[in-house]
């Protein structure tokens, strides 16, 4: 690795450098890896009139959206998984409180294939979704072509390609190979789509880490502007063999989200009252951090071979 | 299966649990499983569902969920389909464009589990929005997703928790995930791969949609409720089918499997 090739920075300067005002911006992660530290610093450092994407908001499309970020929200799913609703989002949609907040509506693989498309740079995606649901009424984005080919018609979706997309990973090296492992969701299509990625880690790691696993990386630096170490980046989301998912946070989240002024005093305690990821998580406190923990289950290693050259006669 | 801490005879007792109750549900919806092999199961109630058939009915079950997780093998029950008890020890675990695009719209799942906040006669489902979408009464979670699931799966399954006319309505206040009949009106070429919804259990009745292009009909009645019950607590005039008999009620061991071996800190037993 060149020295030029070293992309590590701290999450304030990557932030400021790569997310403005008005950009279109991709939180990734589908219940594993959410970028949480990520979303807490854009709240602090006060972007506004943000286009937020992700197929599953979570409770971090919730603070993101109460912190006054957010203008409009591209998605597929509104609630919080098993812990209930978002209800800045429903206050918002329903009854336009404080402000009314535009959703962009498609259902999970619809934006699967947006983000290939992005990805692929391809025009639309089609798949087999759609026909008879009142989806396409609701958000015209989805389109009906013909198949050229002579089948029945098709719906597609356009290409997804946000400003920037930000995921959260086990571990990189300096120069941004990004390698996670458990579940990675959508977010290599998320990372091509993009013009920019940033990625925080638990871990930043040595090259030779990377290389000795080479399919574990799902982002390869050529696509990568920033790394950023951040353990517990993802708190209360988790990260596969690091820490689990804070499942009581979570449910102690509805009734907070429930009511704005304890959102907002949530924010102001957690968000605003803290420089950095490594101060909120003192500020969860160390117990709770620990019971977080998880035990080891290791895989087993795999054997990528070397090839033995200088026995091969006739090779050199 | 360990049947140790109840004689035999004891376990094949029909329990009392009430048919609206979570475990009524769960072992109703557990026995539709037999014979089907890999299921898309979600969180709540199908996870307890699933859990029992692999113990009862159906322990050759291969559980996929939709955050790419293939051939579950979960050592405690699952807080959410990205569970990290799911992915510890799991046969496989894909990226989202695999999974939905490869395992489900490829055509690799038996059954797939929804749920709905309404659920019309051909089995269409709205989990989208109550009252007008513009500025609806309620915001729903929406697709997620279960648009790919209904029209990709072999056949859905439909756990409701309330049997009215709002959730068995004539009409939906709108359509998330349709139908074949519905997605077939729009377009008699698009036919979905998948049968849509083939089963809804309620806390009243079991009713079926046997044929792809069929009306749900009412197949089985629970304990206690009467035909008439169910047709009165149906938004749409609902047929009832020629055999309908009275549900079978889960047993004292199905009973006891849920409450002391699958869902024992109570995360979704209530």
């Not at chain 1, 979303?39 to 919730?62: F, N, S, V």
């Not at chain 1, 979706?157 to 571990?171: E, F, G, K, N």
């Not at chain 2, 939905?100 to 019309?120: N, R």
């Not at chain 2, 500025?135 to 997703?145: F, H, T, Y």
Request: glycine share 8%; with cysteine.
């Amino acid at each position: 690795m060149a020295t030029t090739d070293d992309k590590v920075t701290d999450l304030a300067s990557a932030v400021a450098a790569h997310v403005r005002d008005g950009m279109t911006v991709a939180l990734e992660g589908f219940g594993h890896l959410i970028p949480f530290a990520a979303a807490h610093e854009i709240i602090r450092q006060g972007r506004r009139d943000l286009t937020l994407c992700r197929l599953t908001p979570d409770l971090l499309a919730d603070q993101i959206i109460a912190a006054g970020c957010v203008r409009r929200l591209v998605a597929s799913f509104f609630a919080s998984g098993s812990a209930g609703s978002l209800h800045e989002v429903r206050r918002r949609v329903e009854r336009a409180d404080p402000a009314p907040l535009e959703v962009e509506e498609y259902s999970h693989y619809g934006m699967v294939c947006r983000y290939q498309a992005g990805a692929a740079n391809l025009p639309f995606f089609p798949l087999r979704s759609y026909a008879g649901s009142d989806l396409p009424r609701l958000n015209p984005n989805i389109r009906k072509v013909s198949d050229p080919y002579g089948g029945p018609d098709i719906y597609v979706v356009p290409p997804l390609r946000p400003d920037v997309t930000i995921v959260h990973a086990q571990r990189a090296d300096r120069a941004g190979n990004v390698q996670m492992w458990g579940i990675v969701g959508v977010q290599q299509e998320a990372a091509y789509a993009a013009r920019t990625v940033i990625a925080t880690v638990e871990e930043v790691v040595d090259e030779e880490v990377v290389r000795s696993d080479p399919n574990r990386t799902v982002i390869p630096s050529h696509a990568v502007a920033a790394v950023v170490h951040c353990p517990g980046g993802a708190h209360p989301s988790y990260a596969q063999g690091h820490y689990d998912r804070d499942n009581a946070f979570y449910r102690e989240w509805e009734p907070i989200s429930k009511d704005r002024d304890a959102t907002l005093a949530w924010l102001e305690a957690y968000v605003h009252g803290v420089p950095d990821r490594a101060a909120y998580l003192e500020m969860i406190g160390a117990e709770r951090w620990a019971a977080l923990k998880v035990s080891p289950r290791l895989s087993q290693p795999v054997d990528f071979g070397r090839r033995r050259l200088a026995e091969v006669g006739g090779r050199q | 299966m360990n049947t140790s801490t109840l004689p035999e005879n004891r376990a094949q007792e029909l329990s009392d649990v009430d048919p609206s109750s979570t475990e009524f549900l769960a072992a109703v919806a557990a026995r539709q499983l037999a014979g089907r092999r890999r299921v898309f199961a979600g969180v709540g109630l199908p996870a307890l569902a699933v859990d029992l058939a692999r113990r009862t009915v159906n322990p050759d079950v291969e559980l996929i969920y939709e955050s790419g997780v293939c051939g579950a093998h979960p050592e405690g029950l699952a807080e959410g389909i990205a569970d990290s008890v799911l992915v510890s020890g799991a046969e496989a675990v894909v990226g989202i464009p695999a999974l939905f695009g490869y395992v489900l719209q490829g055509g690799h799942v038996d059954v797939g589990f929804l749920g709905a906040a309404q659920v019309d006669r051909w089995g269409s489902l709205n989990t989208s929005f109550i009252g007008d979408w513009d500025r609806p009464k309620v915001r729903l979670p929406g697709s997620g997703g279960a648009a790919e699931i209904m029209a990709n799966a072999a056949e859905c399954f439909v756990v409701l928790r309330r049997h009215d006319p709002g959730a068995l309505p004539a009409q939906l206040d709108f359509c998330t995930s349709p139908s074949p009949v519905r997605a077939m009106a729009e377009d008699p070429r698009m036919v979905p791969p998948g049968h849509g919804v083939s089963v809804v259990i309620t806390p009243l009745a079991v009713l079926r949609r046997p044929d792809k292009l069929g009306e749900l009909v009412i197949s089985e009645v629970h304990p206690g409720v009467s035909v008439d019950e169910v047709r009165a607590a149906t938004g749409w005039d609902i047929a009832v089918a020629d055999d309908v008999r009275v549900t079978e009620r889960p047993t004292v061991e199905e009973v006891r499997l849920l409450r002391e071996e699958i869902d024992t800190v109570r995360l979704y037993l209530r």
